[in-house]
């Protein structure tokens, strides 16, 4: 279980990367539950994409670390980078206008895989961090 659960978050930070709808079919449960949101299924991936594509120009994802466990809990800690165009993220919308800043947000985000995909959410990001990072 634990390698099919880290292919799985690493194919998460792939469609950060490329936005390839396909990998969603992929790599979530038709039911998963995101924690952070409150929602099921896989659209809160499109929103949060769209999110990104909003408010971020020229991103990468540097992943610092996956580790798993044997009852397909895994644990991805990353750095979004990027330039800040927009305010689409709702922690955003209180920022001001975009100066197209480089900034970097880390994020540490929390799966469980079931059944061959990832079935559930959990996250700590740095947007106190992220903010700070945008104020003029």
Known sequence: M???AKALALDWVRYLE?????????????DHHDHVSGQRGREIYRTVQNWYDASFAEREFEVHGVTTDDDGLVVVWLSAHGRHIGNAFPMLRAAGEPAGKRVTWTQTHIFRARDGRLAEHWA???DRGLLGQLSH
């Open 2 to 4: 634990t390698l099919d």
């Open 18 to 30: 490329t936005s390839d709808d396909a990998l969603l079919e992929k790599v979530f449960a038709d």
């Open 124 to 126: 700590v990001r740095d």
